[in-house]
């Protein structure tokens, strides 16, 4: 059975950091697209980044990618967020997302919720002074 499991939300200042985490069970990290999603109050959810399965390889949303940071430790099987210089509009609930598409290179097709198969229940991220 697939579970995503997210970690690492809470309030933070503006100009704050912080790193979500995501592990998954039923699957390897090596196998799957997996990425982040975040839906803010009354409003749609959208991408923030995925990372392909085998290569690695990347995308991230104009809105943040100056900002956060996917990564993956394959070893733990954990995805990471690094979230920098938070904004007020970031909050949100992020979640993680899975497929398993086999995607060398990542591109915005695979990165939307229709593409998504699996679903972690969110972790709420407050940027507020």
């Known amino acids: 059975q697939v579970q995503l499991v997210e970690s690492g939300g809470g309030l933070v200042q503006p100009g704050g950091s912080l790193r979500l985490s995501c592990t998954p069970s039923?699957?390897?990290?090596?196998?799957?697209?997996i990425g982040w999603f975040r839906q803010a109050p009354g409003k749609e959810r959208e991408a923030v980044s995925c990372i392909s399965s085998w290569a690695g390889s990347t995308i991230t949303s104009d809105s943040v990618k100056d900002r956060f940071t996917i990564s993956k430790d394959n070893a733990k099987n954990t995805m990471y967020l690094q979230m920098n210089s938070l904004k007020p509009e970031d909050t949100a609930v992020y979640y993680c997302a899975a497929s398993p598409l086999d995607l060398d290179v990542i591109d915005s097709w695979a990165c939307v919720d229709s593409a998504m198969d699996y679903w972690g229940k969110g972790t709420l991220v407050t940027v507020s002074s």
């Open positions: 039923g699957f390897t990290l090596e196998t799957y697209i």
